[in-house]
């Protein structure tokens, strides 16, 4: 069993920035973000891989392409959202999530086995 514990969530302004972070008690092969919006299912923001084939490989959604940095430290177990130019419909829930497994697509939740409680993140406009 792994634990993800998440930070780093809160109000800002339109524009602004926000840095999540999700600390992981072992590694896994990779680790990604998701976030849920009232009313809406869950959906994949970014990924990373950590072991294997493609270690340090990134992907993002088209929403985030650009405005959001994953990346991690290894030596921490870390993994850092780094969120800038923040919109109103970044608003949500988002979640750190950890794979137990190598896959060749992280950009589903049904590839990850680990996750963490969640952190808001809310954007003013």
């Known amino acids: 069993q792994v634990q993800l514990v998440e930070s780093g969530g809160g109000l800002v302004q339109a524009g602004g920035s926000l840095r999540l972070s999700c600390a992981a008690s072992?590694?896994?092969?990779?680790m990604g973000w998701f976030r849920q919006a009232p009313g809406k299912e869950r959906e994949f923001v970014a990924a990373?891989?950590?072991?294997?084939?493609?270690?340090?490989?990134?992907y993002y959604a088209d929403a985030v392409n650009g405005r959001f940095t994953i990346s991690r430290d290894n030596a921490k177990n870390t993994v850092y959202l780094q969120m800038n130019s923040l919109k109103p419909e970044d608003t949500a829930v988002y979640y750190c999530?950890?794979?137990?497994?190598?896959?060749?697509?992280?950009?589903?939740?049904?590839?990850?086995?680990?996750w963490g409680q969640g952190t808001q993140v809310t954007v003013a406009s």
């Open positions: 999530a950890g794979s137990g497994y190598y896959y060749s697509d992280y950009g589903t939740a049904g590839a990850y086995d680990y």
């Open positions: 990373i891989r950590v072991r294997g084939t493609g270690g340090g490989s990134t």
């Open positions: 072992r590694r896994t092969y990779a």
